[in-house]
Nanobody
Framework: VQLQASGGGLVQAGGSLRLSCAAS????????IGWFRQAPGKKREGVSC????????YYADSVEGRFTISRDNAKSTAYLQMNSLKPEDTAVYYC??????????????????????WGQGTQVTVSS
């Protein structure tokens, strides 16, 4: 599956952005979609994941209650609605895909190594 992320930009703290991840390939709708982010000098961090049918969603503790992941399989597109943005949300955001979401206990809820397909990133900058 091929992935194309878009929708990043510059926003003030407290504002909102919606990222999109367009998936292509004959079996794109069979894949779970995840979002990761990476800030300069930091490790890539898992943010959220949605199952292939959209019925199950997972979130990192740092974004729970502020971000919402969704998908429209008719359009082969997943979304990440980001509200109440904070300067610490500034990062390059990547969408990724694999057969299912894997959600872990502890500080690291998602592992990048679990996802095989990656799109290019989109920059999100939140000013204070």
């Amino acid at each position: 599956v091929q992935l194309q992320a878009s929708g990043g930009g510059l926003v003030q703290a407290g504002g909102s952005l919606r990222l999109s991840c367009a998936a292509s390939g004959s079996t794109a709708d069979d894949y779970a979609i995840g979002w990761f982010r990476q800030a300069p000098g930091k490790k890539r961090e898992g943010v959220s994941c949605i199952s292939s049918n959209g019925g199950t969603t997972y979130y990192a503790d740092s974004v729970e209650g502020r971000f919402t992941i969704s998908r429209d399989n008719a359009k082969s597109t997943a979304y990440l609605q980001m509200n109440s943005l904070k300067p610490e949300d500034t990062a390059v955001y990547y969408c990724t895909a694999d057969r299912r979401c894997r959600f872990y206990s502890g500080a690291q809820r998602f592992r990048a190594a679990d996802f095989r397909s990656w799109g290019q990133g989109t920059q999100v900058t939140v000013s204070s």
